[in-house]
């Protein structure tokens, strides 16, 4: 009998580890929506799932993503853009409705499972200007009262994702690390109304932007390669940069009496395009790099037993993004904007049976045809500059850039990119293939080398329901204006020559 009851015990441990062990170990990533053609929510919810991603995290509420979250089994972090900052600091109730028609619908209705709610999105970064000072705390104030108030408060915790210049060091090592001196004491209450309320702090970190900021800065410390010169804090030696950002956060928090309040990595990966050091081998290497350190719970030097909660940037690329930051900002995406892979990734984890990445499934295009420089077409005509500038105007042509992945194509075919490009955008409308008579169709894909030119998603024969447009204005001509300066540039010279 006793033999028999020790057996079932053992049994049933080996059972409940292995039923608890699928899915623990899992990726977590943000999703962005900002797009011209999105994937349906339900694709991408299955390729979150296919690849082992149990954890998401939105930058807003929009009912098509919440509603595919449903019953999924994923860990949602959902987002509150800057914008809605100023009426929840100013009125409670707004953000009664606000958790009302956003957290607790979805929780009871549709059995989303949300985990946190994301008060703005790096409300204090520098360019911003203080812009959102006087109401982010407020609003993260607001925002709990009514999580409690709809009984939510010990399920769903708050936080702020903040980029990592709140904190900085004036000794140039981790050890000097507290925060920025504008807004200290701001930032010690929001940090403690958190660790009253159970809520991590939650912070982005861009090793990339530090080797696009600074020419000189060693490309291998920005990786997990452990062969830079490292950067000697007493006895710590740093390797990657970071280890070493993370931990002057932790030590500004030590300095501070917060030596114990939870950390989540918001934001953190390798754009594929838009720069020189923007590209897939690169991307490749570092987010290799991060998940094998996810994998193998990995802490830092100030937090060697405790590995901070990591949510990779991004999911998929998102063609409508701001590119005041540089070109690099719309091709984020571990996935391309259809979910077709970039690269491989090895995750092993118990949930992907293949251990590498699996690209997205069910995904309809567009007729496989392409809109180009007609062959006959001078690059010497009085139209072509303005064309390429309308085209460009209304449709993403980063990829042109110096350094990116197309930046290396004659003049003509430069023109072919953009004229398909807008074609692509406006869903190879009658004609929109016209260009002055320009540019001609072809079945025959013209793309060349690092360059693809894209074939878009057919999102009519996708959608389900209803989805509100990006509000996002990045796709104007002034964000474009740089990639077309270069074009028009570029036509000028050959026209001369």
């Given at each position: 009998?006793?033999?028999g009851l ?23 990533v943000n999703?962005g ?27 807003e509420a ?23 900052l ?10 009664i409705?606000?958790?009302s028609q ?10 989303v ?7 703005g999105?790096e ?16 609003a993260?104030?607001?925002?709990q ?11 769903v915790k ?9 904190y ?6 981790p ?5 920025r ?7 010690l209450?929001i940090?403690k109304?958190l660790?009253?309320?159970?809520g ?17 800065f ?9 062969t ?11 390797t990657?940069?970071f280890e ?64 901070p ?6 999911l ?19 996935f391309?904007?259809?979910g ?9 984890l118990?949930g ?18 392409w ?9 010497s ?28 194509l004659d003049?003509?075919s430069?023109a ?6 807008y ?6 409308q ?9 540019s001609?169709?072809t079945?025959?894909?013209?793309s ?8 878009m998603?057919?999102i009519g024969?996708?959608?389900?329901s209803?989805?509100?447009?990006p509000?996002s ?6 964000d474009?204006?740089p ?9 000028f010279m050959?026209?001369?020559?």
């Amino acid at each position: 009998m006793g033999g028999g009851l020790g057996y079932l015990v053992c049994l049933l441990s080996v059972v409940l580890s292995l039923v608890w062990g699928e899915g623990v170990v899992g990726l977590s990533v943000n999703w962005g929506t900002r797009s011209t053609h999105p994937l349906p929510p339900e694709i991408v919810v299955k390729l979150l799932k296919d690849n082992g991603f149990n954890k998401v995290k939105l930058f807003e509420a929009e009912a098509p993503v919440l509603r595919a979250l449903g019953n999924s089994g994923i860990q949602v972090m959902l987002g509150i853009p800057n914008d809605f900052l100023a009426p929840l600091a100013t009125s409670v109730g707004y953000a009664i409705r606000w958790v009302s028609q956003n957290v607790s619908t979805y929780v009871s209705k549709y059995g989303v499972d949300i985990r946190y709610i994301a008060v703005g999105n790096e409300p204090f970064l520098k360019t911003y200007k203080d812009t959102y000072l006087q109401t982010t705390f407020p609003a993260l104030r607001n925002i709990q009262a009514a999580l409690i108030k709809a009984g939510l408060g010990p399920q769903v915790k708050v936080t702020v994702p903040l980029n990592a210049d709140v904190y900085e060091t004036v000794s140039g090592v981790p050890s000097g690390g507290d925060f920025r001196s504008d807004i200290h004491a701001l930032m010690l209450s929001i940090i403690k109304f958190l660790g009253d309320n159970g809520g991590p702090l939650t912070i982005n970190i861009y090793p990339y932007l530090s080797l696009y900021a600074d020419p000189h800065f060693p490309v291998d410390y920005a990786f997990f390669s452990g062969t830079s010169t490292p950067v000697v804090d007493g006895s710590i030696s740093y390797t990657n940069v970071f280890e070493a950002n993370y931990d002057t956060l932790i030590w500004a928090l030590e300095k501070n009496g917060f030596p114990s309040l939870p950390v989540i990595i918001g934001e953190v990966g390798w754009p594929t395009d838009g720069d020189s050091n923007a590209n897939l081998q690169y991307a490749q290497k570092f987010n290799q790099g991060l998940v094998d350190r996810i994998i193998r719970g990995q802490g830092t030097p100030k937090r060697p037993t405790t590995a901070p909660e990591v949510y990779l940037f991004g999911l998929l690329d998102e063609d409508t993004k701001s590119v005041e930051p540089g070109n690099f900002e719309r091709h984020w995406g571990v996935f391309y904007f259809d979910g077709t892979l970039k690269y491989s990734l090895n995750t092993r984890l118990n949930g992907n049976s293949n251990n590498t990445l699996v690209p997205a499934k069910g995904v309809r295009y567009l007729e496989r045809r392409w809109c180009i420089m007609a062959p006959e077409a001078s690059i010497s005509d009085p139209n072509l500059a303005d064309s390429i500038k309308y085209a460009c105007s209304y449709a993403d042509c980063t990829s042109l850039g110096y350094g990116s992945s197309c930046g290396r194509l004659d003049t003509r075919s430069n023109a072919s990119y953009a004229f398909n490009m807008y074609f692509q955008t406006v869903n190879q409308q009658k004609g929109s293939c016209l260009f002055s008579n320009l540019s001609v169709l072809t079945s025959m894909d013209p793309s060349q080398g690092t360059c693809r030119f894209q074939v878009m998603i057919d999102i009519g024969k996708h959608e389900t329901s209803p989805r509100t447009p990006p509000t996002s204005s990045s796709s104007s001509l002034h964000d474009n204006l740089p990639i077309i300066f270069v074009l028009l540039s570029l036509i000028f010279m050959v026209s001369v020559y």
